[in-house]
């Protein structure tokens, strides 16, 4: 279990997520497993990260790690790009579905 969170804050993010269609939600989910946050993945989506912070933030402990005790290259190197393509992916996924709908329903305004 997780922390609690405040019935405000519930609230907000609650909202925050019913904006999105159900493909855009898809996606969120997914970059959310990646990142292994919901924070790093709201402010990847609100451009306020862009997909190279947000992946360095998700992999500050496992980057002390390698600092530490050093890189193995053929696994942490391939991890890394390897989060770094799907986290992209979701979030270009992610903005395409949002886009597609409020294009539509600008169109449908009109």
């Known amino acids: 279990m997780g922390p609690s969170i405040p019935a405000k804050t519930r609230e907000v993010l609650v909202s925050h997520l019913a904006s999105y269609n159900t493909w855009a939600l898809q996606g969120i989910e997914f970059v959310a497993a990646q990142l292994k946050s919901m924070v790093l993945t709201l402010g990847l989506i609100d451009m306020r990260l ?7 933030l998700s ?52």
């Open 50 to 56: 862009t997909v190279e912070q947000a992946v360095l």
């Open 59 to 110: 992999r500050l402990e496992e980057e002390y790690q390698i600092q530490k005790w050093g890189n193995i290259e053929w696994a942490h190197d391939y991890e890394l790009q390897e989060l770094r393509a799907r986290t992209a992916a979701g979030t270009l996924f992610i903005h395409l579905c949002s886009e597609s709908t409020t294009v539509k329903h600008k169109l449908l305004k009109e």
